[in-house]
């Protein structure tokens, strides 16, 4: 009965939100915008800030800890447009929205995104894989040679475009074609030499973002 109540309750606000959807306000984008709160089961529900909200979720039941259970729980319940339950494996969605700040799902764990632009920034660890090759040695009986490998945790930077929702490493190449969406920011970032261009890629990453703002509805 009780998931029953719900259900109507959760199909009654789909209805509304989608009679709402043509008057939604889109607003421009600065550090004092609050995401929703929810599970954002792809790159679009966060893009257009409409996360699965936590009273549509069936399982995990909320808690103040809900956001760190997902680290240990397989799949996430929630009640779809229509009513019907839904499954889907934490390892499949996109991320979630906590406090009004966004997270992404990637290398395996949540991360915070505190760069949210046209060009959006964030940092993590990701585990890499190295190799190292022990010279051959030659006895009598046998030649002999292998390899062992080895990994370690690194610091990388990546970027999501929010035009494509790609998510791609934070590097020159990367950079420099987005930035040729916008001529003059682009033929500016150009006339400096190699070295520096490195150096000032987050620079120009704001300056971007400030010409091309991200509008998000509210």
Request: no cysteine; glycine share 4%.
């Given at each position: 009965?009780?998931?029953?109540?719900?259900?109507?309750?959760?199909?009654?606000?789909?209805?509304?939100?989608?009679?709402?959807?043509?008057?939604?306000?889109?607003?421009?984008?600065?550090?004092?915008?609050?995401?929703?709160?929810?599970?954002?089961?792809?790159?679009?529900?966060?893009?257009?800030?409409?996360?699965?909200?936590?009273?549509?979720?069936?399982?995990?039941?909320?808690?103040?800890?809900?956001?760190?259970?997902?680290?240990?729980?397989?799949?996430?319940?929630?009640?779809?447009?229509?009513?019907?339950?839904?499954?889907?494996?934490?390892?499949?969605?996109?991320?979630?929205?906590?406090?009004?700040?966004?997270?992404?799902?990637?290398?395996?764990?949540?991360?915070?995104?505190?760069?949210?632009?046209?060009?959006?920034?964030?940092?993590?660890?990701?585990?890499?894989?190295?190799?190292?090759?022990?010279?051959?040695?030659?006895?009598?009986?046998?030649?002999?040679?292998?390899?062992?490998?080895?990994?370690?945790?690194?610091?990388?930077?990546?970027?999501?475009?929010?035009?494509?929702?790609?998510?791609?490493?934070?590097?020159?190449?990367?950079?420099?074609?987005?930035?040729k969406r916008d001529t003059e920011t682009y033929n500016e970032f150009m006339k400096l030499r190699k070295r520096?261009?490195?150096?000032?890629?987050?620079?120009?990453?704001?300056?971007?973002?400030?010409?091309?703002?991200?509008?998000?509805?509210?």
């Amino acid at each position: 009965m009780r998931f029953f109540s719900i259900a109507i309750l959760i199909i009654g606000s789909f209805i509304t939100a989608i009679a709402q959807k043509d008057s939604t306000n889109l607003v421009k984008y600065d550090y004092s915008f609050s995401f929703k709160e929810g599970i954002y089961p792809d790159f679009n529900s966060f893009r257009n800030n409409d996360p699965i909200p936590l009273e549509a979720i069936i399982s995990p039941e909320y808690s103040d800890d809900f956001y760190n259970m997902l680290d240990t729980t397989k799949h996430i319940v929630y009640y779809g447009k229509f009513g019907s339950s839904i499954s889907v494996p934490v390892r499949n969605i996109w991320g979630y929205s906590k406090n009004g700040k966004p997270y992404i799902l990637w290398a395996d764990k949540f991360n915070l995104i505190p760069f949210v632009g046209q060009i959006t920034h964030f940092v993590t660890t990701v585990t890499v894989y190295y190799s190292s090759y022990q010279d051959p040695f030659y006895n009598s009986y046998q030649y002999n040679s292998y390899s062992r490998g080895y990994q370690s945790e690194e610091l990388r930077q990546f970027i999501i475009d929010m035009q494509t929702g790609k998510i791609i490493d934070y590097n020159l190449n990367n950079i420099e074609t987005i930035l040729k969406r916008d001529t003059e920011t682009y033929n500016e970032f150009m006339k400096l030499r190699k070295r520096k261009r490195s150096k000032q890629m987050f620079y120009y990453v704001k300056l971007y973002n400030e010409k091309k703002p991200l509008y998000i509805p509210e």
